[in-house]
C-alpha cells in the first residue's frame, strides 16, 4: 500500500487537514477552559458581593449574616464544596471557614488558585470598607469553590467541538477517496488500453481526457512507442533487405558446390573452388557488413558517455593500413589532422567509419587520384572531411546514397558503407554532409562531430 499513489494522494491531503483539526481542537479546549473558568470566576465574584453586603454593623463591631442566596449561587451538580472566610483586615474573623486561605489582592476582586483538604480551589477574595459613627474599617470576603462543575462545563464546551473536527475528517477522507477514483479513472482507463494491446500495435495512447499533470507520461510513452515503431521498422527493413542480399550469394555458392559435384576433372574442381572461396570471402563480408550495420543503428550516445576517444589517433592507423592500397591504385593518400580531436564516442565504431570512407574513396578514384583525410578543430566542434577527385555522386542521389543496398553506379560494393557510416555518426551525434570533392570533382563527406 506504501506505493498506491491512492493511499499517498490521500495522506499528502489528509495529513495537513489533521494537522489543522488538532491544532483547532487543541485552540478550542482552551477556548473551552477559559470559558468554563470565566463562569465560574463570575458566579465566585457575585456570591463574594453577596456576602460582603451582608456584613452590619452591631454597634461597635461588624456582624455577618450570611444569606443563603450567597451560596445557593455557588450551587453544583456536581458535588462541588464551597468555602468562605470574611475578616477584618488586620483584624480578627467575621465568619466562615479558617480551611480556605485569604489572599489580600492588590487590586479588589482578585482571583487565585489554592487547596483546601487536598481538592483544588478556584478562590476570589475582595475588599469592602466599612464605616460608622466616624470609625472605619476594611473587611476581606474570600468565596472559594472546587472545579469540578467547571471542569465538567470545559468538557460539555470541547466534546461537541471535538466530534465535528472528527466528523470533518471522516467527511475529507470519504471525499477525497471518491474524488481520486473519479478523477482517476482515466488513467485507469489507460492502464486497461496498454495491459490490452498486441504486441505489434504500436498506435500512440490518446491523452485527450488526461489531467494535464499525466499528459508529459503518455506523451513521453508516445515518444518511446515512436522509436520502438521506427526500430522495429528498421529491423524488418533490414531482415528484408539482409535476406535479399544474401540470398544471392548464398544461391551462387550452392550452384558453384553442384557443378564441382558434377565435374571429376580436377582443373575444373580447382578453378570452381577458387571461385567458391571468392564467393564465401565477399558472403563473409558482407555478413560483417550486415552485423556492423546492425550494431550501429542500436548504439545509442548516452553509452559513450565518459569514453573519450581522439580522432587523430584513429586517422593514423586507418592510413596506415590502407597505404599499400592507395600505392598499388597510384592514389595519392594524404593526411592533415589536429591534435586536439577527442571527442566522446565508442573507439572501434569511429574506426569503422573512418575505415569506411577512406577504403571508398580509394577503390572509387581512378589511378593517379588523389584522396585527402582532415581532422580540424572549429570551436566545439571537430570537423571530419574525406574528399576525392573520383567520379563523385550526383546531387539527385546524395541522400539516398545513405540507405542500405543502394548503390549510386554499377561499381562493385555492397551498398552498405556509407549506410554504416551514416549510423554511426548518428549515434555520436555528429551531423553528415555530402559535397564535392578536390576543385569541384569528385566527393567531399563532411562530419560534425560535437566536443
Known amino acids: 500500500m506504501t506505493n498506491s499513489l491512492r493511499l499517498r494522494l490521500l495522506l499528502w491531503l489528509l495529513l495537513p487537514l489533521t494537522i489543522y483539526v488538532l491544532a483547532a481542537g487543541f485552540m478550542a479546549r482552551d477556548s473551552a477552559q477559559k470559558t468554563a473558568s470565566l463562569i465560574q470566576d463570575n458566579a465566585l465574584l457575585a456570591s463574594a458581593r453577596v456576602m460582603a453586603g451582608d456584613v452590619k454593623w452591631d454597634e461597635s463591631d461588624l456582624h455577618a449574616d450570611i444569606s443563603p442566596s450567597a451560596i445557593e449561587i455557588l450551587s453544583s451538580p456536581y458535588g462541588d464544596r464551597v468555602f468562605f472566610r470574611i475578616k477584618v483586615i488586620d483584624g480578627p474573623p467575621i465568619a466562615g471557614t479558617s480551611d480556605l486561605e485569604q489572599v489580600e489582592p492588590a487590586t479588589s476582586p482578585g482571583w487565585y488558585d489554592t487547596q483546601v483538604d487536598g481538592q483544588a480551589v478556584r478562590a476570589v477574595s475582595i475588599i469592602r470598607p466599612m464605616y460608622d459613627s466616624g ?69 500512440p495512447l490518446s491523452s485527450t481526457h488526461l489531467q494535464s499533470e499525466l499528459r508529459p507520461i503518455v506523451d513521453a510513452i508516445n515518444q518511446c512507442i515512436a522509436r520502438i515503431e521506427r526500430q522495429t521498422a528498421m529491423q524488418r527493413r533490414f531482415i528484408s533487405h539482409a535476406a535479399h542480399q544474401l540470398r544471392t550469394p548464398l544461391t551462387l555458392l550452392g550452384a558453384q558446390l553442384q557443378y564441382a559435384r558434377r565435374h571429376d576433372d580436377l582443373a575444373t574442381v580447382k578453378e570452381t573452388l577458387s571461385a567458391m572461396h571468392k564467393s564465401n570471402g565477399a558472403l563473409v563480408s558482407l555478413t560483417n557488413q550486415l552485423l556492423l550495420l546492425a550494431q550501429a543503428e542500436t548504439a545509442d550516445y548516452s553509452h559513450f558517455e565518459g569514453e573519450r576517444v581522439d580522432l587523430r589517433e584513429i586517422a593514423t592507423t586507418v592510413i596506415e593500413e590502407l597505404a599499400l592500397l592507395a600505392a598499388r591504385r597510384e592514389i595519392e593518400l594524404a593526411a592533415q589532422l589536429a591534435n586536439d580531436a577527442v571527442v566522446l564516442g565508442n573507439a572501434r565504431l569511429l574506426s569503422v567509419l573512418i575505415f569506411n570512407l577512406v577504403d571508398n574513396a580509394i577503390r572509387y578514384t581512378p589511378e593517379s587520384g588523389h584522396v585527402s583525410l582532415v581532422i580540424e578543430r572549429r570551436g566545439k566542434t571537430i570537423l571530419l572531411i574525406v574528399t576525392d577527385d573520383g567520379p563523385g555522386i550526383s546531387s539527385d542521389v546524395r541522400d539516398r546514397v545513405f540507405e542500405p543496398f543502394f ?3 554499377a561499381e562493385e560494393g555492397s551498398g552498405l558503407g556509407l549506410a554504416i557510416v551514416r549510423e554511426i555518426a548518428r549515434a555520436h551525434r555528429a551531423h553528415i554532409r555530402l559535397d564535392d570533392g578536390h576543385d569541384g570533382k569528385g566527393l567531399g563527406v563532411f562530419i560534425e562531430f560535437p566536443c
Open 135 to 203: 470609625e472605619s474599617k476594611r473587611i476581606l470576603v474570600s468565596v472559594g469553590r472546587t472545579e469540578l462543575e467547571r471542569d465538567a462545563l470545559a468538557a460539555d464546551l470541547w466534546r461537541p467541538q471535538l466530534l465535528h473536527f472528527a466528523e470533518i475528517i471522516a467527511i475529507a477522507v470519504v471525499l477525497v477517496c471518491v474524488g481520486l477514483t473519479f478523477e482517476l479513472r482515466h488513467l485507469m482507463a489507460l492502464t486497461k488500453d496498454v495491459r490490452d494491446r498486441a504486441p505489434s500495435e504500436l498506435v
Open 407 to 409: 548503390r549510386a553506379s
